[in-house]
Every structure is written in C-alpha cells, then in structure tokens.
C-alpha cells in the first residue's frame, strides 16, 4: 500500500488485533481524516468554481509548473496588477528581491531576498519553479543557466523571481504565456471542471483525419524546445558582444 489511510490502507488497520481502547482510538482517529478530508473537498470545489471564473487565474495557468493553487495564491496576493507599476515593484513586494550590501566604497554585493510581503506566495513559487524546470523552454534554460553560476538553490529562487516578472507581464498585458503548451492547459482546465463537479465524458473517440491529442503534445514539447535552444543562442550571443540580454520569457 502507498496510502496508510487508503482503501488498501484501511483494511490492513481493520485487520490489526488492537486492544480494545487501541481500536477506540483509531476509529476515531480515522473519523477525524474523514470529516477533514470532506471540508478539503469542499474547499477545493470552491476553489475549482472560482478559478474557472477568473480570467487571471486561467492566464497564470498557461505557465508551465503553475497551477491552480500557486495562481489563485498570487491573484490573492497581487490584488490589482495595476497596483505595481513595474515588474520589479512586484518583485520587491513579495519579498523576492536580493538585499543589496555595501561598505564605504567598496562594490556592491547582493545578499539573501528580503522575504518582504506573502510568505505562502513565495513558497508557491518556488514549487511552481521545481516543476517549471522540467519542461523544456527558456524558463528551463534560464534556471540552467544561473545554476552554473551560483548553485541550484540561488537558481531556483531566481526562477521564482523570473515566474513574479512573468506574471506581472501577463496580467498588465492581458496576454497568456508565449510559449505555453496548449495541451498541458488544457488539461489543467479539464481538472478544474471535474473538480467543480462537470460530468466525465468518457468514450469518446477520435475522429479521423484529425491530430491527435499524444500528436499535439508531442509537436508543442518540440516547439517549446526550439524557444529553450533560441534563448541559448540570445545568451551566447550576448556574451560575445557584451550587450544586455534580452528578456524572453
């Protein structure tokens, strides 16, 4: 068994010779996982009905690695995106921004981020980071490339600082994600109205003549690869010349 409190899970408890105040407990117990478990289901259909009422919800979601929590807990965070004039104001105001150190005349140097602002937004990011680095595109390629400078961990927060200015530009725009994966969202849109209770729609046959949906998923992986490739290309690029790299992400 995988789950302890599962169906597979129970069984084996059911089948324990406990004393008889043992048993009492862990029927309770038990009881109690049940009861939680139908407010988180309750909650998580209210979430579900919400987002797919939210315009901004949804075009967060078009970003690889983030879903439906991380995009409703930087919408609640945010509030108006109007509110920052800049990414950076953004940035700074989640508490993703390095510190900035200096001594008399000395250089200045950048220290850990200020951890200003939504805790719970900085903390999904950083998941939506982990899971964002494991597809192909230039988010890919950037969290590559500053883990070759200062270590995964330097690199996985600048990742979550890059998905900050992303969402920022997304949101002032009124654009979805550039080099989305169609098929990922929509499958992400598909869970939401089964989570809000739409019926399945099992038995449904592909038409001929058509693309696929194993097709279509696998031309957008080669897409978004291509874009990982052309942003090492803009990177090396502007290493050769000096000038400063654009963003593309």
Sequence with gaps: MTDPFGKQGRQRLSELEL?????????????????LTSEIGHVDRQLAERALQSPEI??????????????????????????FPSAKRLVGYLGLDPRIRQSGQSPTRQGRISKQGSSSCRHVLVEASWSAIKTPGPLRAFYQRVRQRRGAQVAIVATARK?????????????????????????????????????????????????????????????????????????????????KAPNRT
């Design 19 to 35: 004393p008889a105040d043992e048993h009492d407990t862990v029927q309770a117990c038990l009881r109690q996982i049940d009861f």
């Design 58 to 83: 949804k075009r967060l979601m078009t970003i690889p690695g983030v879903g439906v929590t991380t995009a409703a807990t930087m919408v609640a965070a945010i509030g108006d995106i109007h509110r």
């Design 163 to 243: 998905l900050a200015s992303l969402a920022w530009q997304l949101l002032t725009t009124g654009q979805d994600y550039a080099f989305k994966r169609q098929t990922i969202v929509d499958r992400k849109l598909r869970a939401l109205e089964l989570r809000a209770g739409a019926p399945t729609q099992r038995g449904r046959q592909h038409q001929p003549g058509t693309i696929t949906v194993k097709e279509r998923a696998a031309l957008e992986q080669q897409l978004t690869a291509q874009a990982e490739l052309a942003y090492n290309r803009v990177i090396q690029d502007w290493k050769a010349t000096g000038t």
